[in-house]
């Protein structure tokens, strides 16, 4: 079992940046960070691996990088050019199989975070 801690959100303007972090308490191979706007599904928004090779949602390429420190078990989110649609709960996932892990679908990430709130105002 692993259990993951977010931490880094909060409220900012349109255009703005936020850092969001994710604490593991054990190894992991693949790690990512999903969204969740009200009335919406949750959505892969960043991926990587043990590697470090990350993969991205179209709508935040460009604005987002996701990274990790494999020696401190944690990963990080750096949003930059914050748009209002970006508000949402963002969870921190994480699994230590192999499983499709770049197609950012939520079924192949065994463990998650409680999420931390990012608010985007225009």
């Known amino acids: 079992q692993v259990q993951l801690m977010e931490s880094g959100g909060g409220s900012v303007q349109a255009g703005g940046s936020l850092r969001l972090s994710c604490a593991a308490s054990?190894?992991?191979?693949?790690m990512g960070w999903f969204r969740q706007a009200p009335g919406k599904e949750r959505e892969g928004v960043a991926a990587i691996n043990s590697d470090g090779r990350p993969t991205y949602a179209d709508s935040v390429k460009g604005r987002f990088t996701i990274s990790r420190d494999n020696a401190k078990n944690s990963l990080y989110l750096q949003m930059n050019s914050l748009k209002p649609e970006d508000t949402a709960m963002y969870y921190c996932?994480?699994?230590?199989?192999?499983?499709?892990?770049?197609?950012?679908?939520?079924?192949?990430?065994?463990?998650w975070g409680q999420g931390t709130q990012v608010t985007v105002s225009s």
């Open positions: 054990g190894n992991t191979y693949s």
């Open positions: 996932a994480a699994d230590r199989g192999r499983l499709s892990w770049w197609l950012l679908q939520a079924r192949n990430f065994a463990y």
